[in-house]
């Protein structure tokens, strides 16, 4: 069994910045992408980033710059840092874990930017 466990989802500011921290226990394999998506009101949810276990990243075009994700694999946690939070970023981010053809979520936690 696999439990991911988030947290640092608040409201702040346009220009805030953030850190998202989610960790995963269970049986965990070595060979592993964790990432975050994030869903908005009315709005399909979609990739923000990820990271495989070997620290390759890729990033939704609407972060680039501003986001940054990490990960301690001794941890199994991954990150993301949010810098520069506009309104648009507002959604629940989620985290994920896809391990071998399973595919595993956190409860999601609320980031909210507003003037």
């Known amino acids: 069994q696999v439990q991911l466990v988030e947290s640092g989802g608040d409201l702040v500011q346009p220009g805030a910045s953030l850190r998202l921290s989610c960790a995963a226990s269970?049986?965990?394999?070595?060979?592993?992408?964790m990432g975050w998506y994030r869903q908005a009101p009315g709005k399909q949810r979609e990739l923000v980033a990820d990271?495989?276990?070997?620290?390759?990243?890729r990033y939704a075009d609407a972060v680039k710059g501003r986001f940054t994700i990490s990960r301690d694999n001794a941890k199994n946690t991954v990150y993301l840092q949010m810098n520069s939070l506009k309104p648009e970023d507002t959604a629940v981010y989620y985290c994920?874990?896809?391990?071998?053809?399973?595919?595993?979520w956190g409860q999601g936690t609320q980031v909210t930017v507003s003037p």
């Open positions: 269970g049986r965990i394999f070595s060979i592993n992408v």
């Open positions: 990271i495989t276990s070997g620290g390759r990243s």
């Open positions: 994920n874990l896809k391990l071998e053809t399973l595919d595993y």
